[in-house]
C-alpha cells in the first residue's frame, strides 16, 4: 500500500510522480492514480461503516416480525445478535477507515508540498516570475489540505454509493413501487444543486485568488519591514493590508453563502424524500401490503438515505474546491521547465552553445556578456542554468495590458523584433530540446541533477537564510575555514566577517536584514564560489557595492575562477577590463565579440558601458 510520507525525488521523479497538469479534473484524477490502493481501501472501509445503516432497518424490522409480533424469543435472540455483530463491524470499519482517512489526508498535503518543493527547485530565482511568493505558500498550505479533503469525501461517496445501492436492493425486494421512488428521486435531487455549483466555484475561485494576495502582501511587509520603518511607510502598508483583508472578508462571506444554500438545498430535499417515503410507506402498510416489521425497516431506510444524499451534496462542494485549488496548483507546477527526461552525465570541460543568441561559452574562459536590455542578459543565464526554457522566455516582456500608447507601442515593437531575430534559431531547435548545448549535446538529455552540480547560476535575486556566517557562506559544512576564508577574501566581504561579533558563528538575520545591500551581496558572491562549479554564471554580482570595493572583486574573482569556466552578466568597466572575452548582445543576439578595450571602438558597446565608465572617472 501507499504509505506515508510518499516518495517524490526533487530530481528525477519517478513515473507515478509526474503531475497531469493539462487541466483541473486531469491533475485531481492524477493525485487519486498516485495513491490508488489507499483511495480503494478507504472505499472499502466507508462502505463497511455504512453498512449498519443500511441493514440494521432490515434486521430490526426482522425482529419485529419473526421474534416480536410471534412470540419467538430465539429469533428475537438470532436476529437481534446478528444486529450487534453488524454494527460492531461497523464500529471497526470507522476507526480503520478514519485512519486510511488520515494517511490519505497526509500523504496527499505531503505530497503537494514536496511537488512545489520540486518545482521552486528546478524554477530557483524565477519562482517568483510565475506566481507571487503568497500564492506559493496558499498552494502549499491550504491547497494541499484541500485535496485531502477531496480524496476523503470521494471514497466516502464511493461507500455511500454503494450503501445507497443495497438499500434500493432491499426496499425493491419488499416493495417495487417505493424502491422506485428512491431510484427515480435521488438524481433528480442530487442533479437540483448543480445549479448552485457553478456561482460556489465562482466564489470560491475569487476568494482563492485574493487569499493568496493577501498571503503575498504580509510576506512584502515582514520582509520589508525594516525599509518601511526607515520611511515610516508602516501606517500606509498597514491600511493597505487591512484593505485586502476586507476584500478577502466579503469574499468569504460570500463564498460561505453559497456553501449555506448547497447545504441548504440538501438538508431540505432529502428532508422531503424521508418524508414521502414514510407517507408511502404508511399507507403501504394500511393496504396490508406490508407488515409492521417491514414498515419499521422502510422508515430506517427512508431516515439512512439522508446520511448517503447529504454525503453526494458534500462530495459536490469539495470537488468543486478540489477544481478550484488544482486550478491554482497547476499554474505552479505546469512544466514550463519539463521534468527532467535525460539520464546522461554533463560532458567535462565542454563548450557550452545558447542557439537563441548564438553566444558561445568556451571552457575555462572567463566570459563577460554585456547588453542594453538587462532582460536580454539575464535570459541567457536562465537559459545556461536550465531554468526557463527558451520558447517561454522569446515572449517575455512588459505586460501589455499594462502598458498604453507608445509604451504599448515599443513594447510590442520590441517583442516583434527579438521574435524574428530568433526565428532562424528557433526552426533548429527539434522538439522538446532546451536550445542550449554541452559539448554538442542538448540540456535536454542531462540530468537535471548533474547539470545543476556542474552550471550554477547566481543572480541578484539570491537570497541568505538566517544562521550563523559560517553557514551563510558554507550551508553544505564540507569545506575548510581555509577555503571559506579565500572565497570571502575573494569576494571582498572581510568586513561583514569583522563586523559581525562570534567572527564565523556571528548570527545573520533571515533575508540577511542585517547586511546592507553591499555586504549581503558579497556574501552571496562568496557561497557561489565556495561551491567552485565547473561552469559558474553571475548576474550583475557589483550591482551594489562601491567603485573601489567592486575592483576588488573584479581583480580577485579572476584569480579564484582561473581555469574555470565564468560568465558574468554585467556592464560595469571594472569587471568588464579583467573578462577573457567580452560579448555584446544586441536584440538578444550577439552582436559583437572581443575584449573590453577592442569593443571600445563599438558605439554600441560604448553607449552601453560608457556611463560606468563616467561614473568611475
Not at 91 to 114: D, E
Not at 294 to 321: I, R
Request: with cysteine; aromatic share 6%.
Amino acid at each position: 500500500m501507499h504509505d506515508f510520507p510518499p516518495r517524490v525525488d526533487a530530481y528525477t521523479p519517478a513515473e507515478t510522480s509526474r503531475p497531469d497538469t493539462r487541466s483541473p479534473s486531469r491533475f485531481l484524477f492524477w493525485l487519486l492514480r498516485v495513491q490508488w490502493d489507499v483511495v480503494v481501501a478507504m472505499s472499502v472501509a466507508s462502505l463497511l461503516w455504512f453498512m449498519p445503516g443500511a441493514i440494521s432497518p432490515l434486521l430490526l424490522g426482522r425482529a419485529i416480525d419473526d421474534g416480536i409480533l410471534r412470540g419467538d424469543l430465539w429469533a428475537s435472540l438470532a436476529w437481534t445478535g446478528l444486529l450487534t455483530l453488524v454494527i460492531l463491524i461497523g464500529a471497526a470499519a470507522g476507526i480503520v477507515q478514519h485512519t486510511l482517512v488520515v494517511r490519505a489526508w497526509l500523504i496527499a498535503m505531503y505530497g503537494t508540498m514536496k511537488l512545489v518543493t520540486r518545482k521552486a527547485v528546478q524554477l530557483g530565482h524565477v519562482l517568483s516570475r510565475r506566481l507571487p511568493t503568497g500564492e506559493v505558500l496558499s498552494i502549499s498550505s491550504s491547497d494541499s489540505n484541500t485535496f485531502g479533503q477531496t480524496l476523503e469525501v470521494l471514497s466516502r461517496g464511493a461507500g455511500a454509493l454503494a450503501a445507497f445501492v443495497v438499500v434500493c436492493g432491499l426496499m425493491f425486494s419488499t416493495s417495487p413501487p417505493l424502491g422506485w421512488v428512491v431510484v427515480i428521486a435521488a438524481p433528480l435531487l442530487v442533479a437540483a444543486s448543480s445549479p448552485v455549483l457553478r456561482p460556489l466555484n465562482t466564489a470560491q475561485t475569487a476568494e482563492r485568488t485574493q487569499t493568496g494576495e493577501l498571503t503575498s502582501m504580509a510576506t512584502d511587509i515582514v520582509s520589508g519591514l525594516r525599509i518601511l520603518r526607515g520611511i515610516g511607510g508602516e501606517r500606509t502598508f498597514g491600511n493597505n493590508y487591512a484593505a485586502q483583508s476586507q476584500r478577502v472578508r466579503r469574499l468569504g462571506v460570500a463564498t460561505g453563502t453559497w456553501q449555506a444554500v448547497t447545504e441548504t438545498i440538501s438538508v431540505l430535499l432529502s428532508g422531503m424524500l424521508l418524508v414521502t417515503l414514510v407517507w408511502l410507506g404508511s399507507h403501504e402498510l394500511i393496504e396490508g401490503r406490508l407488515s409492521v416489521g417491514q414498515l419499521v425497516s422502510f422508515v430506517g431506510y427512508a431516515v439512512f438515505m439522508v446520511w448517503p444524499m447529504q454525503t453526494f451534496f458534500e462530495f459536490a462542494q469539495k470537488w468543486v474546491q478540489g477544481l478550484v485549488s488544482a486550478r491554482k496548483t497547476i499554474a505552479l507546477l505546469d512544466p514550463e521547465v519539463p521534468f527532467s527526461q535525460g539520464t546522461a552525465e554533463v560532458p567535462q570541460r565542454s563548450r557550452l552553445v545558447d542557439a537563441v543568441s548564438g553566444v558561445v561559452v568556451k571552457p575555462g574562459r572567463y566570459l563577460a556578456v554585456v547588453s542594453a536590455v538587462p532582460e536580454d542578459s539575464a535570459a541567457l543565464a536562465d537559459r545556461l542554468g536550465r531554468y526557463l526554457p527558451a520558447q517561454q522566455l522569446h515572449e517575455e516582456g512588459p505586460d501589455d495590458a499594462e502598458l498604453t500608447g507608445r509604451a504599448a507601442r515599443r513594447a510590442q515593437a520590441e517583442k516583434e523584433v527579438r521574435r524574428a531575430a530568433i526565428a532562424a534559431s528557433d526552426v533548429a531547435l527539434g522538439a522538446g530540446d532546451w536550445g542550449v548545448t554541452a559539448g554538442g549535446i542538448d540540456y535536454s538529455r542531462f540530468s537535471l541533477a548533474a547539470l545543476r552540480s556542474t552550471v550554477v547560476v547566481s543572480d541578484t535575486g539570491s537570497q541568505l537564510f538566517a544562521g550563523t556566517l559560517q553557514q551563510a557562506v558554507d550551508p553544505w559544512g564540507n569545506h575548510s575555514k581555509e577555503q571559506a576564508e579565500a572565497v570571502l577574501h575573494a569576494a571582498a566581504a572581510e568586513d561583514v566577517y569583522a563586523g559581525l561579533p562570534g567572527g564565523w558563528q556571528g548570527r545573520i538575520d533571515e533575508l540577511g536584514r542585517g547586511l546592507s545591500g553591499g555586504q549581503r551581496q558579497r556574501v552571496v558572491l562568496a557561497r557561489a564560489l565556495l561551491h567552485d562549479p565547473e561552469v559558474l554564471v553571475l548576474v550583475e554580482p557589483t550591482s551594489a557595492v562601491d567603485a573601489h570595493t567592486e575592483a576588488l572583486i573584479a581583480e580577485r574573482l579572476v584569480e579564484q575562477r582561473r581555469g574555470r569556466t565564468t560568465v558574468v552578466m554585467t556592464a560595469s568597466p571594472l569587471v568588464l577590463h579583467y573578462a577573457d572575452e567580452v560579448v555584446l548582445l544586441v536584440d538578444g543576439r550577439e552582436a559583437a565579440r572581443g575584449s573590453h578595450a577592442d569593443l571600445l571602438a563599438n558605439p554600441a558597446y560604448r553607449a552601453v558601458v560608457g556611463r560606468g565608465m563616467e561614473d568611475d572617472e
